[in-house]
């Protein structure tokens, strides 16, 4: 039995990780099935289609991500529905199980790999443009991200509802956020009367496995500026430092994968189609949206019906590129390429995005030694045994920091900083500016930090972008398979840059703090030609460095926005509707009308939460009044 088990694990696919890994990972796939076992997954719909055609559904959903995985197993809770849940990679890899290796699928088969274009306003040391990484595969993003259990705060959720998106406020989401969490932590669970969390929800919440020194390190050093410690990140407070919650369960990744479909994958009423590719949506004689148009292994051409709805949850890159091949976009840009126009809304406008300015920190009283090819096979047996120990957790990334950079004691950040830490010798400072794509001046110079001590960088992270991008099909270019044009924007606005000097200057002040000078540590600047003539520590010099060094955190958002009917940069309404048209809704972060304070997983999948439930509304009144669209 378990030399099979073993055959069956060899059999998975494993997603091309860097060098290092490749024979730890197979050693790890042929004496551990328990990791990843073949049969978690929900089986592919896919090859059974083709042989026996496709049936009618009551709803399509379109991506398998943190929303579409949700909303998949809350519409099928009623029997009497059909889904269709149509996903354009597949399973996950063994490396998505591993919270330590989530970097290494970043420019494989189970990313989408966007680029951003490129510009001289940022992004400079980038030859290719930004790196977008999207999940490809079940799970989406959510599959591949870090895994940080990050809600934001009140204030942006109040913020929606003030401006016309009615039922979207505070009190309206937390419910939803509860709904699906499973809270493992005693101490957050039960914070206040257990007002911010739920404890029965498939989605399992909890701490990472780690004692790394230097989460008190940083946690020292923020009390020394004078802030203070969250109990609970997701709780009412919004600015101070605490521990990251992540999606994690037993040592493993708790994706919306896991959480939502495996235990639902026997429903007799979903049918799930992996490697199958959406090209766009059309509608019946009755001008209804219905009509899915896809390709099943990029070879066979297929459609299915909905009959009561099509849910697009493709992501804030790949539902507008969707919905604008169907028509339903600027009139600007479509019809001068030939795309017969529905709906002139404006889809792929509003592109928000957390940008990251990495400062990298040297800790010179650093005593660990480098790291070994030995260090690490040891904690692949360390990991195979307990599921605990380097490769479960993310050492210092487990300490989250909110500021805000105008006035200390408000009550809501304007920045965050994560934190990372290059272990001295390991070499992940290579992967880290491979898998980003910077040029070989801040690669070398980042790679010869690490050589002799260890570095922690601290990602300083604009929360609330002033900057708006946008997405679009490329002119004169329809081909679904040609990656849409991807404008983030960064620093258009000029408010952006100074938010960030002036973050960068709090998080040289936690530097500069007793217990990081305790453990001699010191910022060390890159070699970015353009940078090294001006005065270093200026302002000036930390602008051209941000233009420079520009990341993504990976939370664009926005490209659907939601808004009440008088709001014309809107494209969904307050139900997720999609304006003017019969037929859509759209389920995902791009309907975000402004990007939440925090990381972005945990709100796509309320919002999916939330969308269930009203559509679920939707469709219980239109059948007691008999009504179909």
Known sequence: MEALLNSQCAAQSLGPANQLFAML????????????????WPKDYGPTALNEGLQEYDFIIVGAGSAGSVVANRLSENPDWKILLLEAGGDPPIESEIPNMFFTLQRTDYDWSFFAES?????????EGSFWPRGKMLGGSGSMNAMLYVRGNRKDYDQWEQNGNTGWGYDDVLPYFKKSESNRNPNVADFKGGKYHGKKGPLNVEYFPTDSPLIDVVFKGAEELGYKYLEDINGEAGVGYGRAQGTIVNGTRCSPAKAFLSPIKDRPNLHIMKHTRVINVEQDKKGVFRWVNFFIDEEHLRAAKARKEVIISAGSINTPQILMLSGVGPKSLLQPIGV????????????????????????????????TLQDIANSYTQYLHSKDGFLASHDVTSSLFFVNTVNLTDKYPDAQFHFFLFNKGANNSLLFSSKLGFDDKVSNSLNELTIETDVM???????????????????????????????????????D?????????????????????????????????????????????????????????????????????????????????????????VV?????PSIVSGNTNAPVMMIAEKASDMIKEDWKEKHDAHIEL
């Open 340 to 371: 017969k126009v529905v709906a002139d809304l404006p889809v792929g406008e509003n592109l928000q995005d957390h940008v990251v300015i990495p400062l990298y920190v040297k800790i010179n009283k650093s005593t660990a030694k480098a790291l």
């Open 25 to 40: 990972i197979q050693t790890i796939m042929a004496a551990q099935c328990s990791i990843s076992p073949p049969d978690m």
């Open 119 to 127: 510009s001289n306003q940022y992004c400079q040391s980038m030859p």
């Open 457 to 495: 960088s601290i990602f300083v992270t604009l929360l609330n972008p002033k900057s708006k991008g946008t997405v679009k099909i490329k002119t004169m270019d329809c081909n679904p398979y040609v990656a849409p044009e991807i404008i983030p924007n960064y620093f258009d606005d000029a408010e």
């Open 497 to 585: 840059m100074q938010t960030i000097i002036r973050a960068i200057r709090i998080a040289q002040r936690l530097v500069e703090t007793k217990v990081f000078k305790d453990n001699e540590a010191e910022v060390s600047p890159l070699d970015i030609p353009g940078c090294n003539e001006l005065k270093f520590d200026s302002d000036e010099y930390w602008e051209c460095y941000s233009r420079h060094v520009t990341m993504t955190l990976y939370h664009p958002v926005g490209t659907a926005k939601m808004g009440p009917k008088d709001d014309i940069s809107s494209v969904v309404d307050s139900r997720l509707k999609v304006k003017k048209i019969k037929g859509i809704r």
């Open 588 to 592: 995902d972060g791009s309907i975000l």
